[in-house]
């Protein structure tokens, strides 16, 4: 706490940060602050060539040269190891949100870290020691955690060291001597550093995945580019082709105007000629008639005579025989011809329409064939593509309980009450898990006690009757795993397997090379069976307990 004969903090803070003055500098008006303080603010002010100070707001030309304040300077330092602090700004001080200082009283600050040997959370201020002591020093600090009290067996009020894998939790050194006395027992750093090896392969495997599925995102981009590409083209050339076609029906039609305009014309000339023949012809014949009329009123006998054989030679009549009327038939063969032409040209666009229709509806985005990749070899590599199954409830037969988050499975005998639900197995123990199967994938299973089969399976499988027992039908793949005897079962049909004993095995997928494998698991990986086929929907994995009641 500060003596009463020292300043008050504020007399010693920058007005402009508000925290202890660092580096303090004296300006002409007598008031001090920070020396990169007054620096910033004064450069903002640059461009105006006038500088004030923030508080009095008095103006200086030139600028003034800062130099450091060294006695102000030597009354804060020995002020700040005497204990005088600045107040903490608010935002220092715990929210409702935040972990709180455990050594701070009244308004407790942040905590900046917390103690797993201590179990305390403290603030910046109270972590101090922590970085001076030798002994504090070897304390482990981590962030600060709301849950270090976890830390704490509930039962003898010590701190959890030590974990029990047979139990799978954490516990005191008392609890080995007691509940869990004789059982397999680890000092919990020595379990973290197994589990952080695990983690490390999830997450290598889970950015392989990321890896391959920015491949496939990649791929599917290109397709999209593709197809995009691909469609334009076609819609472009087929306008160019019904354009052509269309332009080549205009010509013909523009030819078959033509044609029937000039016959039409030529028609029309050669009737008009006749017509002004026969029309000559016509007069010719009137002058005649009046000619021998004026002759028959003659009453001189001999000028009759003699003027009838000029008067009574007709000339010869224009044949009209071939004149053969047929009112608006002329060019009906011309409109029964083209009229054929369309009835020939819809039937062929007709029946060319199909295949065309056909064409469009079986284009098929087809990814390129994935590049073979080889299967792991060692333990480690399969773990790299490790998928934690959970076993899905809705499906388990109602003689199998589910424990440690779905994720073990065993035969009791009894009828467990689960809800109805049309996706359970009625007719053999048997159990689906809930996560779907694509990609490359490896998990392993391991088992004591009754015989099982280890099963990867499609999941519309029926759930009774023979067709539901895995490996007994063409939609599952199932491995029968007994003491000393391994036999595969697909589609009814059995086949024996040698191989290792072991109570784990190991099952890996790359569902798009279509390549499933199980293996015997120990110090080794042991290839059991391979199997090389074409999976059409994603698959599941498939667990089948087989008891003496089968």
Not at 118 to 140: A, D, G, R, V, W
Request: one cysteine or more; charged letters at 25%.
């Amino acid at each position: 706490m500060a003596q009463r004969d020292q300043p008050d903090r504020d007399s010693i803070s920058c007005p402009i940060c508000l925290d202890l003055l660092k580096d303090p500098v004296t300006i002409p008006c007598g008031h001090n602050y920070c020396m990169n303080c007054i620096k910033g603010c004064w450069d903002g002010e640059n461009q105006r060539k006038i500088y004030s100070c923030p508080q009095c707001r008095q103006a200086f030309t030139p600028r003034p040269v800062l130099k450091k304040n060294t006695m102000l300077a030597a009354l804060v330092e020995q002020l700040k190891k005497t204990g005088l602090q600045a107040a903490p700004a608010d935002h220092c001080y715990a929210g409702p949100e935040d972990v709180a200082c455990d050594v701070c009283t009244g308004r407790r600050l942040k905590a900046f870290k917390s103690c797993l040997t201590c179990l305390i959370s403290y603030c910046e201020n109270h972590l101090q020691p922590h970085f001076e002591s030798t002994k504090l020093k070897k304390h482990k600090l981590v962030e600060p955690s709301e849950k270090l009290q976890e830390n704490i067996c509930s039962r003898h009020d010590e701190v959890m060291k030590i974990f029990c894998r047979t139990d799978k939790k954490s516990i005191c050194y008392l609890c080995t001597m007691e509940d869990h006395k004789g059982h397999d027992t680890v000092p919990a750093a020595a379990e973290r550093t197994e589990r952080q090896r695990e983690l490390e392969v999830s997450r290598l495997n889970i950015q392989q995945r990321i890896q391959d599925r920015e491949k496939d995102v990649k791929l599917l981009q290109q397709e999209v580019e593709a197809v995009s590409r691909s469609g334009d083209k076609a819609v472009e050339d087929s306008e160019k082709i019904f354009t052509q076609l269309i332009r080549l029906l205009q010509k013909r039609s523009s030819d078959v105007k033509q044609q029937i305009r000039s016959q039409q014309e030529t028609e029309v000339s050669g009737v008009k000629e006749l017509q002004e023949k026969l029309q000559q012809e016509i007069t010719e014949l009137k002058r005649k008639d009046a000619e021998l009329k004026q002759l028959s009123h003659t009453e001189d006998h001999n000028q009759f005579l003699h003027n009838y054989p000029s008067v009574s030679q007709l000339s010869e009549p224009t044949d009209s025989s071939s004149i053969n009327i047929r009112p608006l038939r002329y060019f009906e063969d011309v409109t029964a011809a083209v009229s054929q032409l369309r009835d020939k040209l819809q039937n062929i666009l007709r029946d060319k329409w199909t295949n065309i229709s056909l064409a469009v509806t079986q284009v098929d985005v087809l990814l390129p064939e994935p590049e073979p990749q080889p299967e792991p070899k060692t333990r480690a590599e399969f773990l790299r593509y490790s998928r934690e199954i959970t076993l899905d409830p809705n499906t388990v037969h109602t003689l199998l309980l589910l424990s440690e988050g779905n994720r073990k499975v065993k035969y009791t005998g009894q009828q467990q009450s689960y809800s109805s639900h049309t996706d359970r197995f009625t007719d053999r123990c048997q159990v689906l898990s809930r996560e779907s199967l694509t990609g490359r994938c490896y998990w392993e299973v391991e088992w004591r006690g009754w015989k099982v089969y280890v099963a990867v399976t499609y999941k519309n499988i029926s759930r009774a009757g023979l067709e539901s027992v895995f490996g007994r039908n063409d939609k599952s793949w199932s491995l029968y795993c007994g003491t000393n005897s391994y036999e595969f079962w697909f589609n009814n049909i059995k086949t024996p397997i040698s191989g290792p004993g072991s109570s784990r095995v190991g099952v890996y997928l790359d569902h798009r090379a279509g390549i499933l494998s199980f293996y015997s698991v120990s110090e080794t990986m042991t290839l059991l069976h391979r199997v090389q086929t074409t999976f059409t929907q994603p698959l599941c994995s498939g667990l089948w307990i087989r008891t003496q009641t089968y």
